[in-house]
């Protein structure tokens, strides 16, 4: 089975379960991400928390809801999909007219087919989503003053906000650290949603599996803005002193492009390696402004805050038709989708662990011929390697680290990381301290 596969087939198993920024979904979904990588530690934090200028809400449980029609027959039915329901939705039971039930029916007018995603968080109401083609057969079918009886069964109550850390330590002792981290706060959504923490557990379980590891690996499962509100006011200073590259995951399951969001200045580690890796992988890929950055990379980039944490998508969050609606289903992704952001990401890692500044052993060129390294035979059509290897060579100064010759010679840092292992059996190069 392929990453991509696995990934797959862990959101499929995810997509129905009802998840909010507080909740049993949500603890749900990571006791199933920890069942996968079980070095996953769940956290809770109480309702009424002071986190920064936030505080952590109350929780919201939902089990049921349905608007029935005069005859007794369900007209909206949570079990079918629960974004019938606007997430953190008071309960209610009690008979409403057409009319008035128009007052609290949320649809998508442009889209006339799908079903929004609509949550009221910080303010206590209620409502029902569907789509404005239903919206208007009700309309067509029922007069104004025909009665509903609507019941949401959901509980809105202190309890708290549940989030999981994996930590997967260095194996050179080394506090330094690469943050990676996602969200688990939407219901039945598969790329808006769970295409980030299923390529998060994969990533993990692949991290776990190296042999040698430079750095540490730090990696979260939150609610958005909320949880990475919460985490940061109890983090951030070690975040501050050992991270020193991070990426945001969110939205990285379909076939579609790349997208890099930079952090606020654009200037970072983080920011360098993901546009290296994007160039040789993907050059097409999107490369949007820190101006419209609307998930929790704009956190992460807060002043006071600034850590250097790019924000990764395939289609941008708000940039592709099917995001946050119904149609964000388990078609929209694919093995092939989430293989190729575990790949990115995965040459991301592998660049920053190999990334330093190197410095040849030896004065001048060296004798390639006798270390095996430049062919015996002259002959027309076999210099592209010897160039490739001259050019690597010519900027290995001290001065530059890996990225920056990657960048400087238009070779990968895959390519450039095997040819450093022939220079390094050889003796030829050194890490500059």
């Given at each position: ?48 928390t ?67 995603y609509?949550?009221?968080y910080?303010?206590e ?98 609610p ?41 200045y ?15 992988h ?11 950055s609307?998930?929790?990379e ?36 694919s ?44 002959r ?34 895959e ?19």
């Open positions: 089975m392929t990453q991509g596969e696995y990934a797959y087939n862990l959101a499929a198993e995810l997509f129905p379960i009802c998840r909010s920024i507080t909740g049993n979904g949500v603890r749900k979904t990571l006791k199933i991400l920890q069942r996968e990588v079980p070095e996953l530690k769940i956290k809770e934090v109480p309702s009424g002071q986190v920064f200028d936030w505080t952590v809400p109350k929780e919201w449980n939902i089990t049921d809801a349905w608007v029935k029609d005069k005859n007794g027959s369900k007209i909206i039915d949570f079990s079918e999909t629960n974004l019938h329901v606007m997430g953190y939705s008071i309960p209610v039971h009690k008979t409403v007219t057409l009319n008035e039930l128009m007052s609290f029916i949320y649809t998508e007018p442009e889209q006339p087919d799908v079903i929004p609509i949550t009221s910080y303010k109401r209620y409502g029902f989503c569907i789509s404005e083609n239903q919206k208007i057969q009700m309309l067509s079918t029922y007069s104004g003053n025909d009665e509903f009886e609507i019941y949401i069964d959901s509980t809105l109550e202190n309890g708290s906000l549940t989030y999981g850390e994996i930590i997967i330590p260095s194996t050179e002792k080394n506090n330094k650290e690469i943050f990676i981290s996602t969200y688990i706060c939407h219901p039945s959504l598969a790329n808006n949603e769970l295409s980030g923490p299923c390529v998060s557990i994969t990533l993990a379980k692949w991290l776990k599996n190296l042999k040698k590891r430079k750095y540490t690996y730090r990696l979260i499962y939150i958005e803005t909320i949880g990475s509100i919460t985490y940061l006011s109890k983090n951030y200073k070690e975040l501050q002193n050992n991270v020193i590259a991070g990426f945001n995951l969110t939205c990285v399951g379909d076939d579609r492009t790349y997208s890099y969001m930079p952090t606020a654009g200037n970072t580690l983080a920011d360098k390696v993901l546009q290296n890796v994007l160039s040789f993907f050059p097409e890929y999107k490369k949007y402004s820190f101006l419209i609307g998930s929790d704009r956190r992460y980039s807060a002043p006071g805050i600034d850590l250097p944490v790019v924000g990764f998508s395939r289609s941008l969050y708000s940039k592709y038709p099917e995001y946050h609606t119904s149609a964000d289903n388990l078609s929209l992704i093995p092939s989708g989430l293989q190729g952001s575990f790949d990115v990401i995965s040459k991301c890692i592998t660049a920053l662990e190999w990334n330093a500044n190197y410095k040849m052993t030896c004065l001048c060129e060296p004798q390639l011929g006798k270390r095996g390294l430049y062919p015996t035979v002259s027309k059509g076999q210099y592209d390697e010897v160039f490739r290897l001259k050019n690597l060579i010519s900027y290995l100064n001290g001065k530059n680290d890996l990225i920056d010759v990657s960048n400087i010679i238009k070779v990968s840092i390519e450039i990381i095997e040819t450093l292992k022939k220079l390094k059996e050889n003796n030829l190069i050194k890490e500059v301290v």
